[in-house]
């Protein structure tokens, strides 16, 4: 074994790698790639999150959730068009009026990863408010709509707008019921929330 160690040489103690607990608390983070920074913050908000390689598993899952819930006879709010074209085969039926609805299915402007949340607009929501909407939403969205934070979305919701920047621009963080509310979530509406992710990078 010495030997070995002669000729080929070792490493010394101080050139190999460090142990996560090994490192000195003034080391800079190791920074996460965005997708999985985002699912974990999404995840730790209290989303639901569904990883789909191609429509057929967005379809796919979408019969799982339905099941799951017992959804297959209530009422599904659904604004946008394309989405309506999308999911017209789907077990349920549309409605347009809001208070008739027990699920919200819709899109979103940007993923957020450092908080988890999901930056909409009236694209999606036109001028409704938050509390409006149904308790439940299932949001398609997909993996290059993920961006590091707030103002880099909204830099994306301009540049994809030029003729005409949405207005109602929010964000949903809270994605499960909190019998005590604290500073932070004062006046947000919490929603039982389902996200279908499709990979197109």
């Not at 995840?43 to 639901?48: F, L, Q, S, T, Y």
């Not at 339905?66 to 009422?75: A, F, R, S």
């Not at 301009?158 to 019921?177: D, E, L, M, R």
Request: proline share 4%; aromatic share 10%; with cysteine.
């Amino acid at each position: 074994m010495n030997l070995f160690r002669k000729i080929f040489g070792s490493k010394p103690e101080t050139e190999k790698d460090l142990k996560p607990e090994e490192r000195g608390k003034y080391m800079p983070e190791i920074k996460l790639p965005i997708d999985e920074r985002f699912t974990i913050n999404f995840k730790a908000n209290g989303g639901k999150f569904l990883y789909c390689d191609d429509l057929n598993e967005v379809l796919e899952n979408l019969d799982y959730i339905i099941d799951e819930n017992n959804w297959q006879e209530k009422e599904f709010l659904i604004l946008d068009k394309h989405l309506k074209s999308i999911f017209k085969n789907a077990p349920f039926s549309h409605t347009l009026k809001s208070n008739e609805a027990v699920v919200f299915l819709t899109t979103c402007e940007n993923l957020i990863a450092n908080d988890g949340s999901l930056l909409i607009s009236s694209n999606q929501i036109y001028e409704k408010k938050l509390q409006e909407l149904p308790p439940n939403f299932i949001v398609y969205a997909t993996t290059s709509q993920i961006t590091e934070n707030i103002g880099e979305g909204l830099r994306k919701i301009k540049s994809k707008n030029k003729q005409k920047i949405p207005t109602n621009i929010t964000t949903i963080k809270h994605f499960k019921s909190t019998e005590e509310k604290d500073f932070l979530s004062y006046g947000s509406s919490s929603k039982n929330l389902y996200l279908l992710l499709l990979e197109d990078l």
